[in-house]
């Protein structure tokens, strides 16, 4: 039977299923890709070539004889029921969804299987499999096709990476952008990603269990005694970076109200990441920037955990994108989701829906209390979307998430409004929490990393650490306190905003914080302490 049907070289034969697998099964994926690009026609050719050339090499490499028949009918089948759920309901084939798939019963599974997707695996599924086992498959002699067949596929991904790292000014903000949202779609990458992945979480890799960590945390005289609660303020993020705050060294104005207030500035502040995947838990783990890796971070409690256990009442804001399991034992507010439309639109607050809940909660707090904020920001790539008109300081601003596509002034005036907008969140706090003038309250405020804003061709951030430009580096920090945070705790002001012209990172946040709060432990090392040498006769003194 075979013979009577055309056969094809195998090159051709590959080339083809690719065809067939990237254009035919995924509708939603290019739906949403070519609405991204919809200005950018000339990209999304080359960007379409790319990723056709890298499904084609993918393809000629599972070629072997005996191989491809069996494999390609898998990949067939796989993309034609990925498709269907993806392109008929708009599901997302991750990991919990292949979950589900795999702890539904038989009567619920029996359920999905309607007349549409019978027809639809009878054609995207079963047609191209009847296909591969009909057809017959011409090959040379087996080194001259491994030969031939490496190069086509050495080939192609050069290609595509050539044209994706000379395109990056525009694929990164894609990337970083809509990789979860865009490319999450692309069919059958993610189901079988999502299968592999929940395969090796659910049968060999365990799921992280935090260690404790400084369970033997206790407050000190200097907090313990007090007769009126002490009260810290933590703000972590969002992608500003130190170059465009004045009070780091920038010649425009981006801190018009900070720069009034008795603040220690810390001039050379750097990150533990590019990513705040990665800055947050590291800096709030006991690990810094030489031992971090995910495991050990995950695999240990962390800042707020030890606050805990020394009594402290800690709470997490969250107006970013999730505290990234860092405050999964702690109470935690995801304000985004319950904001008033004046500040929120489409799933994002402006960062004064903070400020609205610590003016609400302050004058009621008793306890002695951390308050973590995890703010917006500078968070790219919709700057604009991240200040109020009236903090449109800096014009004309870019207005579209597409960055390229603005002039770098207008790039750096809105990013700058987003800093103004920042240093104006922050004097904010700060005037709240002055507020409670029975209170000792204090803020802490860092960057989780820096930003690129198109130099050397480099938008947003996340570029691997070693290579990262000092603009995803070098981040903003502040530290502020209260006249009666300052005489209980006998802090040196003099001694304390010296320190703002010191050396600093994110190693230094986990010690500071537990020296703020006047927290005794074992963990606790006095040197990370950026205060620790400032307190006067001994008060506080770990
Ligand atoms: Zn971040």
């Given at each position: 039977m075979r013979e009577k049907l055309p056969a094809l070289r195998v090159v051709w034969v590959a080339a083809l299923s690719a065809a067939f697998v990237l254009f035919l099964t995924n509708g939603t994926f290019w739906g949403k890709a070519t609405a991204f690009f919809a200005t950018n026609h000339p990209f999304l050719i080359g960007f379409t070539v790319s990723l056709y050339l890298l499904f084609f090499a993918v393809m000629l490499t599972l070629s072997a004889p005996y191989m491809i028949r069996p494999v390609y009918s898998l990949i067939f089948l796989i993309a034609a029921g990925a498709s269907y759920y993806t392109d008929t309901f708009g599901v997302m084939i991750d990991r919990d969804m292949i979950r589900n798939v795999a702890q539904t019963d038989a009567a619920e599974s029996s359920q999905l299987i309607t007349a549409g997707f019978v027809i639809h695996m009878l054609v995207f599924g079963v047609l191209p499999c009847l296909a591969i086992w009909l057809i017959g498959i011409k090959r040379r002699p087996f080194w001259s096709d491994v030969w031939r067949n490496t190069l086509w596929i050495t080939g192609s991904i050069i290609v595509a990476f050539a044209f994706t790292l000379t395109h990056l000014g525009v694929f990164m903000p894609f990337w970083q952008r809509?990789?979860?949202?865009?490319?999450?779609?692309?069919n059958p990458v993610m189901a079988i990603s999502s299968t592999v992945d929940y395969g090796l979480r659910e049968y060999i890799r365990a799921p992280y269990v935090a260690a404790p960590y400084g369970t033997d945390a206790k407050l000190g005289p200097a907090i313990a005694t007090a007769k009126s609660p002490t009260i810290l303020v933590l703000v972590v993020g969002e992608t500003a970076r130190a170059q465009n705050f004045s009070l780091m060294?920038?010649?425009?104005?981006?801190n018009p109200e900070l720069s009034k207030l008795d603040i220690v500035a810390f001039k050379h502040a750097t990150s533990c990441g590019t990513s705040t995947a990665i800055s947050m838990p590291c800096m709030f783990s006991h690990l810094g920037h030489a031992g971090y890796s995910k495991d050990a971070a995950y695999s240990s409690e962390n800042l707020v955990d030890v606050l805990k256990h020394a009594g402290l009442k800690v709470e997490w804001w969250e107006?970013?994108?999730?505290?990234k399991g860092i405050a999964d034992r702690i109470p935690t507010d995801l304000i985004a989701h319950s904001g008033p439309a004046d500040l929120c639109a489409g799933g994002e607050c402006l960062d004064e829906i903070l400020a609205r809940k610590l003016e609400r909660v302050l004058p009621t707090i008793k306890d002695n209390t951390v308050l973590v904020l995890h703010t917006m920001g500078?968070?790219?790539?919709?700057?604009?979307?991240?200040?109020p008109e009236q903090y449109r300081?800096?014009?004309?601003?870019?207005?579209?998430?597409?960055?390229?596509?603005?002039t770098p002034q207008e790039l750096v005036n809105a990013y700058d409004n987003t800093v103004v907008y920042t240093d104006h969140m922050l004097a904010r706090f700060i005037d709240i929490l002055k507020s409670r003038t029975d209170a000792s309250t204090a803020l802490f405020y860092m960057s989780d990393h820096g930003e690129s804003l198109g130099e050397d061709g480099l938008y947003l951030h996340g570029a691997p650490y070693a290579l990262a430009p000092d603009y995803q580096k070098k981040i903003p920090a502040v530290a502020w306190v209260s006249d009666t945070y300052a005489s209980q705790f006998n802090l040196d002001l003099g001694c304390a905003m010296a320190k703002g012209d010191a050396p600093v990172s994110h190693d230094n946040m986990f010690d500071t914080v537990l020296g703020l709060m006047d927290v005794k432990t074992s963990v606790y090392k006095a040197p990370l302490d950026l205060f620790s040498a400032c307190h006067k006769s001994g008060v506080a003194s770990n």
């Open positions: 809509e990789r979860e949202v865009t490319m999450s779609y692309l060294g920038y010649k425009r104005d981006t107006n970013n994108t999730g505290p500078s968070h790219g790539p919709s700057y604009f979307k991240r200040y300081k800096f014009t004309p601003d870019c207005r579209t998430p597409e960055l390229t596509t603005c």
